[in-house]
């Protein structure tokens, strides 16, 4: 699968689980995996994902506007970066956000995601 069309494929996968079921993300990092959200550092898959279930909203729905990706390093990694609006239910305005994750191959010939950047975009 070709680099573009693999960083959309996890793309559109990573944020209709966000908006569906945070939890379910938590096979798409490791124990090695580090989150950096707004600042702090998070590291390992069940901080992770802990983390990310305990944001102070339930509801949420991601709409993607850029997806740019890379290939990174020997090992066949990959960088993803993507903006977007996130809009949370009941609030009248979006916001606007960009991540970056870096994914790493899996021995299994899937990916997980090594690191992962994610800020919210303030005008």
Do not use: W
Request: with cysteine; proline share 5%.
């Amino acid at each position: 699968m070709d680099p573009d069309a693999l960083s959309k494929a996890f793309v559109e996968h990573y944020y209709s689980t966000f908006d569906t079921n945070r939890a379910g993300l938590a096979n798409l990092y490791q124990d090695t995996s580090m989150l950096t959200f707004e600042g702090q550092k998070i590291q390992g898959s069940q901080n992770i994902v802990a983390k990310l279930t305990s944001l102070p909203f339930q509801q949420c729905k991601h709409s993607i506007t850029t997806v740019d990706c890379q290939p990174s390093g020997p090992a066949g990694g990959m960088l993803v970066f993507v903006s977007g609006n996130l809009q949370l239910a009941g609030e009248q305005h979006a916001l606007k956000f960009s991540q970056m994750f870096h994914l790493m191959p899996t021995p299994q010939g899937s990916f997980y995601v090594y690191n992962d950047i994610f800020r919210l975009n303030y005008a």
